[in-house]
């Protein structure tokens, strides 16, 4: 063989033992450029921003909330908080004025002592608002199943463009009633047909020009038509010669017997007993459609300073979830706003039909009412002399 070729096999040799050689581990071998090494999972959003929530209140440990919730309903909630996160909660109980006046008073002290605020709407936007002692509640909000607007009925969880109430509960009003033997089904198809001739004399009426289910109505039509088309049906209305009474288990009774026809402005729970009880009543389902106000269900935010703003949030949160409600709306004995709460057992009230039109209330509408007191009195003092 000659020396050129020996030394070529030599070389070869060499290099295929090369690359049989495990390498050397004093210098670590680099990780191809675009490959990364995996990373632990960590909780971001939401999640983080509520867990943190969580944490914090349990240090807190307390919330202290200004509420007209019956007895029965602060002592369910409070206890469920309690269970579950550890929080006690401290219920000054008292009405929407009641509350105005104490927070405006602890304020001019330089006191922030209340976490969150439950009552009506109107006392919300009309009394609190104006004095400044509410605040969006929005940035409360953290869970996706609180801030869907798609669980909410209509839509939206907030009643006012502010963002100042979630009206959490629901009450669906219709405001006819009427005598199963005297009216045939359907034959009031709409409000509208209140004003056919053969109805004089034959409605009696929740009483209008105060507080109630008859200025409820009012205010009902106003939401539907303006306050303009309003007045003009009412004065028409007017000339029906409606019976006005305040006496709820009255007018049921007077239709039942058949002294009336109809019934505007009836009291749901105490109607739908009596037609359990086999007397020839029934409510009136019109294509107005039901209406849906909140009551004492509703929830706001003090504005400045929470005493307890973590566990305040964490108890909003909570409230307006789906188990939070469930709770709630079997102690408070009504339904839930949010759409996939099922309404207490055995509800006394009125429940839509599935594609039955729902009407929310709005802040217009609210902030009407006491207008309203005056509209009606104007327009029905001649049935009141």
């Not at 009902?220 to 004065?235: A, E, H, I, P, Q």
């Amino acid at each position: 063989m000659r020396r050129s070729q020996v030394l070529i096999a030599i070389v070869l040799l060499a290099a295929m033992l090369a690359a049989c050689t495990p390498p050397q581990t004093g210098t670590p071998a680099r990780a191809p450029e675009g490959i990364t090494t995996p990373v632990k999972a960590t909780k971001q959003g939401w999640e983080a921003e509520w867990d943190k929530a969580v944490q914090e209140a349990k240090k807190e440990g307390k919330i202290s909330a200004y509420a007209n919730w019956p007895p029965e309903t602060q002592t369910a909630i409070r206890k469920a908080v309690k269970e579950k996160f550890g929080l006690e909660i401290e219920f000054t109980p008292g009405g929407g004025s009641e509350h105005t006046v104490k927070i405006v008073s602890e304020r001019r002290a330089g006191l922030y002592l209340v976490d969150v605020i439950s009552q009506g709407a109107s006392y919300i936007l009309s009394d609190m608002k104006p004095a400044g002692i509410v605040a969006s509640v929005e940035p409360m909000l953290i869970l996706p199943e609180v801030t869907d607007a798609k669980a909410w009925t209509g839509g939206n969880p907030f009643l006012d463009r502010d963002k100042l109430v979630i009206p959490f509960s629901a009450s669906f009003n219709s405001y006819l009633g009427y005598n199963t033997e005297l009216v045939k089904k359907g034959e009031i198809g709409s409000y509208q047909d209140l004003l056919d001739p053969k109805w004089k004399g034959k409605i009696v009426m929740r009483d209008p020009t105060g507080p109630g289910s008859g200025n409820a109505w009012v205010g009902f039509l106003t939401t539907l038509w303006g306050l303009d088309k309003t007045k003009d049906y009412l004065r028409q209305f007017v000339k029906q010669e409606p019976v006005l009474s305040r006496d709820l288990r009255l007018i049921a009774e007077s239709v039942a017997k058949g002294k009336y026809s109809l019934a505007v402005g009836p009291y749901p729970p105490g109607w739908l007993e009596l037609e359990q009880l086999g007397a020839p009543v029934t409510l009136g389902r019109v294509k107005d459609g039901l209406s849906v106000t909140a009551g004492g269900g509703c929830l706001s935010l003090p504005s400045g300073q929470l005493p307890h703003p973590n566990a305040a949030k964490v108890f909003i949160n909570w409230l307006l979830t789906k188990e939070g409600q469930a709770l709630f709306s079997e102690v408070y004995l009504r339904p839930s706003a949010r759409l996939d709460v099922p309404p207490p057992k055995d509800y006394p009230g009125l429940l839509p039909l599935p594609g039955e039109k729902v009407v929310p209330s709005t802040e217009e509408g609210v902030l009407l009412d006491t207008q309203l007191f005056q509209v009606a009195k104007e327009i029905f003092a001649p049935l009141m002399k």
